[in-house]
């Protein structure tokens, strides 16, 4: 992935963006169990329990810091971010309807002794940054974890702002 804040020349919308950086999403995940990955109430786009998974299988399975290094827990935040804009994507139809980035959710599960929450978190935000542009920079929240849905190392949660 490029340098998510490298200049830019324009403003080149999310869909191009993704095309020119050759970034693909994967398929919309689907819940596992009885709820919604996405709910639009007036002008936001709740994502949430958006997990590290690849073809409806985990792609990582365990704690930072114990069965995984921060480079996985990065791995694993930048494809469960893939995975909250494939199903924006699905839910809106563009990614070009957002009109702004307003809060990341990252919950890591973490050995009791790992403190690099902060750099694993950055794959998503700077994924987010990538497609959307700087000037949609999110809030975050980074919170660590015993243990996470079916041992999986990462879990996303997103607000966008979009445009009605």
């Not at 985990?58 to 704690?63: C, D, F, I």
């Amino acid at each position: 992935m490029n340098n998510p804040r490298s200049s830019r020349t324009g403003q080149a919308s999310a869909e191009q963006r993704l095309h020119d950086d050759n970034i693909e999403l994967p398929p919309v995940p689907t819940p596992v169990g009885p709820y919604v990955e996405v709910v639009q109430t007036g002008n936001l786009l709740f994502l949430s329990g958006i997990l590290p998974v690849a073809g409806g299988k985990p792609a990582y399975l365990g704690r930072l810091g114990a069965e995984l290094t921060v480079e996985d827990g990065r791995k694993a935040a930048a494809l469960a971010c893939l995975n909250v804009l494939s199903a924006a994507r699905h839910h809106l139809g563009s990614l070009d309807k957002v009109s702004r980035v307003v809060r990341l959710g990252v919950s890591i599960a973490t050995d009791g002794d790992f403190r690099e929450h902060p750099s694993v978190a950055d794959a998503a935000s700077e994924l987010l940054v990538q497609i959307f542009g700087e000037e949609k920079l999110s809030t975050r929240i980074v919170l660590g974890m015993a243990s996470l849905p079916f041992g999986m190392p990462i879990e996303l949660e997103v607000i966008f702002e979009i445009i009605p």
